[in-house]
């Protein structure tokens, strides 16, 4: 009977462990899915508010930062801020940002491609502006940043 019972709960914690092991990688991405889409719409609610400060929070703050635009490349997360400063010097320029994504791939536990679009409704002088974008999220220690935007 205690063989039985032993063989019983050796069967149930195998069983348990390969439920947990194929779970895993879904409920992490997910969660993943999940920060990510907080961040983005903490970076809408800052740029739409005229805060560039917080909305680059959701960038990665590091001189290796990539971003790519009409321009050509920028590195470091303070040279793209001020390139965002000159870009939309005011809240009239910035407007009202919205994403509209269309695709989120996990390309390993600790990055995810975030791609969609943006579109800035504006007043009429100003002109509304829209476009696509492709981002790469790593997962750090203070939770997911951008760390390379290629934005058109």
């Known amino acids: 009977m205690r063989n039985k ?3 019983l709960l050796g069967l149930c914690l195998a069983f348990t462990t390969a439920c947990t092991r194929n779970h895993t990688p879904q409920a992490s991405a997910a969660a993943a899915k999940t920060e990510i889409r907080g961040v983005l719409e903490e970076q809408s609610t800052c740029w739409s508010r005229g805060d560039l400060e917080c909305y680059m929070q ?3 703050k590091s001189d290796s930062l990539l971003f790519i635009g009409s321009r050509g490349l920028t590195y470091g ?9 000159r870009g939309y010097p005011d ?3 910035m407007g009202h940002l919205t994403f509209d994504l269309k695709e989120m791939r996990q390309l390993s536990p600790e990055t995810m491609l975030v791609v969609g679009k943006w579109h800035l409704k504006r007043d ?10 492709s981002v790469i ?3 750090f220690a203070e939770g997911w940043k951008i760390i390379a935007d290629h934005s058109s």
Request: charged fraction near 20%.
């Open 58 to 60: 959701g960038y990665w």
């Open 77 to 85: 997360w303070q040279q793209t801020l001020e390139n965002y400063k």
């Open 124 to 133: 009429v002088a100003a002109g509304d502006l829209e476009g696509h974008f």
């Open 5 to 7: 019972l032993l063989l």
């Open 91 to 93: 809240a009239s320029a």
């Open 137 to 139: 999220f790593r997962k």
